[in-house]
């Protein structure tokens, strides 16, 4: 008898350690297959919530908030694009030149888990973002990654011209800072165990197998 595993994906679409941490958790998944009966939700968090509709360069962000150099960035974006090869995820991070502000993705994102395709739709997202360079605020660009996710762009575009979810997002998104979350990924397995950080397939597959153990 599969073990139920419900997991609460806490995520950003402008975090590459999400990115990551989705695929790797994805390819442990795949490794315990029917073993689990599996329901994955993904929950908002926003880095910068403040984020303006004009974004901001990447480099000066992330000189401003966390204080790294030109070339301290340079040595986290060669470990960030090996760590996607590792789990087949392209990172083009030259074409990534801004960071933007994401809480209409999120609003989509409550959306198309209402239709059932919001794992595909997240992953869609990063793609957008992270291989192709778009801004995940544009609403061309969301509704694109919707049609791409294989839900309705129509809809898609309704949803984004409106405040819909709006209330939504803002309610998940403080009921897990109440929780303690703060930075992200972070994978809350049967709304009692976290794994942090966008960890490799091996570290999730450990993890996961050690909770339906115990379950």
Not at 65 to 82: C, F, L, S, V
Request: glycine share 8%; proline share 4%; net charge negative.
């Amino acid at each position: 008898m599969a073990t139920p595993l419900k997991i609460d994906f806490v995520s950003d679409v402008s975090c590459p350690w999400c990115a990551i941490g989705l695929n790797a958790l994805e390819q442990a998944l795949g490794r315990i297959g029917g073993e689990a009966s599996l329901n994955m939700q993904f929950q908002p968090f926003e880095l910068n919530p403040n984020m303006g509709p004009e974004g901001q360069d990447i480099t000066e962000h992330l000189q401003q908030k966390y204080g790294a150099t030109a070339e301290q960035q340079e040595q986290t974006r060669a470990m960030i694009r090996q760590r996607g090869q590792d789990v087949g995820f392209d990172f083009a991070m030259g074409k990534r030149s801004r960071i933007y502000n994401t809480f209409d993705a999120h609003r989509l994102l409550h959306w198309a888990g209402e239709q059932g395709r919001q794992r595909e739709l997240k992953h869609a997202l990063f793609e957008a973002y992270f291989t192709l360079g778009e801004d995940p605020s544009s609403h061309a660009v969301l509704q694109a990654a919707a049609v791409k996710a294989g839900l309705d762009g129509e809809q898609a575009a309704q949803v984004l011209a409106s405040s819909r979810y709006a209330d939504d997002v803002r309610r998940d998104e403080e009921h897990y800072r109440r929780l303690g979350i703060n930075s992200v990924p972070a994978v809350i397995i049967n709304d009692r165990h976290l794994i942090s950080g966008g960890q490799p397939a091996d570290v999730f597959e450990r993890a996961l197998r050690q909770i339906m153990a115990e379950a």
